[in-house]
Structure formats: structure tokens, C-alpha cells
């Protein structure tokens, strides 16, 4: 899959994302990178403060970062169909994170 059409599916992962829940995100960037330089089978990655962890001293921090990573999931997938899954899939689950959600409860709800 070209590069570019991975990208789209991340882009329409994001518009799956209820209006409210994504007014509600607050500064955070959506990446996609090759795969991820320690853990080359990791499908995606959050990496910041939890709106439910920040504090009043979070002020003038960079974005928080959400990074979808394309080999890792085409490695991962069969077909397109199971890649358009898989970016939603992923998508949500980082976002979760974001809102402060726990791997544990993920997997409680499916979206492990």
C-alpha cells in the first residue's frame, strides 16, 4: 500500500471520531512514521500528558503525539479491508489514551 493512500485511512480514522471527542482533544498531533525504532511490531503509540493528568501548571508544553506506525500494520494485516480496520482500530485506541483511558480498560472493551 502507497504511503500516501496509509495516510488517508489515518485521516478518515480521525473523521470516524465523534465531533464532541475530537473538540474535547487538545494538543495533540497525529503522526505516521515507518515503525518504531525499539519495537518494530508496535501498531501505534501515545506519548504524553492525559487530559485526565494535567494539572494547572500544563501550559506551553509541545503537542502531545499520537503515532500510527504504517509497516508495523500492513506487516500485521492480510488485506486492505483488515488495514482500514486496523487504522481505525489503532486510531481510537491512542486517542483513548489521550483521554486518559488504561490499556487494561481497553482490552476490557474490545479495542486492545
Not at 488517508?8 to 512514521?33: I, S
Request: charged share 30%; net charge negative.
Amino acid at each position: 500500500m502507497p504511503a500516501d493512500r496509509f495516510d488517508e485511512l489515518v485521516g478518515e480514522a480521525l473523521d470516524l471520531v465523534p465531533a464532541e471527542l475530537a473538540a474535547a482533544m487538545d494538543n495533540v498531533v497525529v503522526l505516521v512514521e515507518p515503525c518504531h525504532p525499539d519495537e518494530p511490531d508496535l501498531l501505534g503509540l501515545y506519548e504524553g500528558v492525559a487530559l485526565t493528568e494535567r494539572t494547572a501548571d500544563y501550559a506551553g508544553e509541545l503537542p502531545d503525539r499520537i503515532t500510527v506506525y504504517r509497516d508495523a500494520v500492513l506487516d500485521f494485516c492480510e488485506d486492505e479491508e483488515q488495514v482500514v480496520d486496523e487504522v481505525a482500530i489503532t486510531v481510537v485506541h491512542e486517542i483513548a489514551h489521550h483521554f486518559g483511558i488504561s490499556e487494561e480498560k481497553l482490552h476490557e472493551l474490545g479495542w486492545g
